[in-house]
């Protein structure tokens, strides 16, 4: 097989996260989530252009889920990223989030859900490294060093669970349609 010069992969991925950004526009032009609508999306914490208060940072050094369901403020969708301030443990925190920082976005109502590759691969600066073949496996960011409280802290966070959730709606998703890229491969 020949080498892909045209990153087909890197378009998919691409036209997928448009799907994530067009919802999220949806919601802003509509006033708000249209009928039992809601998302989880999870996000690298430490993916460049994040932002993300610091406790928050400590507490999931690696991904972390929200949910946009009843309580949300300030939403707003760019280009390349969107932002939305929500409540933590009852206190509200802004996020900024690239679009490239996305590996899922579900919508339990309808079942629907989308799983990203991993971003691109990241170097030493923290600036995006482009990989050109599909068969490579690029790493997860680095996190940033942590203190020993903060270890203590992770250690004692890794038995809890990861999804912060300020309502109790108790939704577990039946017949869920995870989109991979996969589906999209020949075999």
């Known amino acids: 097989m020949s080498k892909d010069l045209m990153q087909y992969e890197q378009m998919t991925q691409l036209a997928l996260r448009g ?10 032009r509509e006033d708000g989530l ?11 914490t430490r993916y460049p252009g994040v932002e993300i208060d610091d406790s928050l940072a400590q507490k999931y ?8 369901e009843h309580q949300f403020w300030d939403l707003n969708a760019h280009a390349d990223e ?31 859900a989308l799983q990203f590759d991993p971003p691109a691969e990241l170097d030493e600066t923290n600036t995006v490294t ?31 669970d990861k999804t912060p959730k300020d309502d109790d709606s108790g939704d577990k998703p039946e017949g869920e349609k995870v989109v991979s890229l996969d589906a999209f491969r020949k075999k």
């Open 61 to 68: 050094p690696e991904e972390i889920t929200i949910v946009l």
């Open 82 to 112: 969107f932002e939305v301030t929500l409540k933590f443990g009852g206190i509200p925190k802004y996020l900024k989030v690239p679009y490239h920082a996305i590996t899922r976005f579900h919508d339990p109502s309808v079942g629907f």
């Open 19 to 28: 799907v994530v950004r067009d919802a999220i526009r949806r919601v802003i």
């Open 130 to 160: 482009t990989i050109a073949t599909p068969a490579a496996q690029p790493a997860k960011p680095k996190p940033k060093p942590k203190t020993t409280a903060a270890k203590k802290k992770a250690k004692s966070d890794d038995a809890k």
């Open 34 to 44: 249209p009928g039992a609508h809601h998302f989880y999306i999870t996000f690298l």
